[in-house]
């Protein structure tokens, strides 16, 4: 397959809606926007897709579809979203001659790779979506804008297309049967750092604390949370760190004793680490010095 081939045969039980955009220069630059979207019911469809610089959103409305992504082989029922890249090879279908009716969406965007880095990780290309209602009625504005061509229909577009992808990028954490193993002792712990972060804790010492294994502790944590215990303490820490620096005059070595970092050094890289510059310089920004 050439770059950016794509073949498609099908036919349609009823008339596709399909919809090829092009972004203006300050949506490619700045927005998340749509290269083609669509509507179709079919009988009959095969798409392939490779080297396509395109990142693909597709919802199953009705019937099946089946895809094959990484090797592997996945089936599309009603309400579940898929999130692919198009960069590898992709190849999706009506199932078995059966009507499918979906919507596909192709988008791109400067921080359209994070989103799908996050994604990603849980190595799941298709959710069902819980509340699909809302999904539909997105989706459905996503198509009905398109032909306005306006900077007023881009800034929709993009901001539908950011809802959107947090609803599939919270799925993991909002799932109730995702989060059924070691849910409890993960609210627990989550408590405990969020209100005792200055204290000396690691891993195991949680572990030991909450009487778990701290393996299975750091898999729900970050299966739950989206972060691992000390990954989140850290945060919890940093953010503390903030306050003192923005409302006190209180020594930089003496906050980070106070928030649970006494190497001040370490203290400083982590700060800098996570909000991009030192604790002495974003003090001097953010203090409130109004007498």
Not at 163 to 169: A, G
């Amino acid at each position: 397959m050439t770059t950016n081939q794509k073949n498609t045969q099908y036919v349609l039980s009823e008339d596709p809606v399909a919809i090829i955009c092009t972004p203006s220069a300050f949506a490619k630059k700045s927005l998340f926007y749509i290269q083609e979207i669509g509507y179709f019911k079919t009988d009959a469809y095969v798409m392939e897709r490779q080297k396509l610089t395109s990142f693909l959103l597709l919802f199953t409305l009705s019937g099946r579809g089946e895809l094959q992504y990484r090797g592997k082989d996945y089936i599309l029922k009603p309400h579940d979203m898929l999130f692919i890249n198009c960069e590898e090879y992709v190849q999706y279908k009506a199932s078995c001659q059966k009507t499918w009716e979906f919507i596909s969406v192709n988008l791109n965007g400067n921080l359209i790779d994070h989103f799908y880095e996050q994604f990603d990780k849980h190595n799941k290309p298709v959710i069902s979506v819980q509340d699909s209602s809302v999904v539909l009625d997105k989706l459905r504005t996503l198509l009905h804008v398109q032909p306005e061509r306006s900077l007023s229909s881009e800034l929709l577009s993009s901001k539908i297309i950011v809802e959107l992808l947090t609803i599939i990028l919270q799925h993991p954490y909002s799932n109730p049967n995702a989060n059924s193993d070691g849910t409890a002792e993960v609210r627990k712990v989550k408590q405990y750092l969020d209100q005792s972060y200055c204290e000396r804790i690691t891993l195991d010492s949680l572990a030991d604390m909450f009487g778990l294994n701290k393996f299975n502790l750091a898999k729900n944590f970050k299966k739950q949370v989206g972060f691992s215990p000390i990954e989140y303490l850290i945060n919890v820490r940093i953010t503390a760190a903030q306050g003192w620096l923005k409302t006190s005059d209180v020594a930089i070595v003496d906050i980070a004793q106070y928030v649970g970092i006494p190497n001040t050094s370490h203290f400083i890289n982590l700060f800098k680490e996570h909000i991009g510059e030192t604790p002495h310089s974003y003090r001097k920004k953010w203090g409130n010095r109004i007498k």
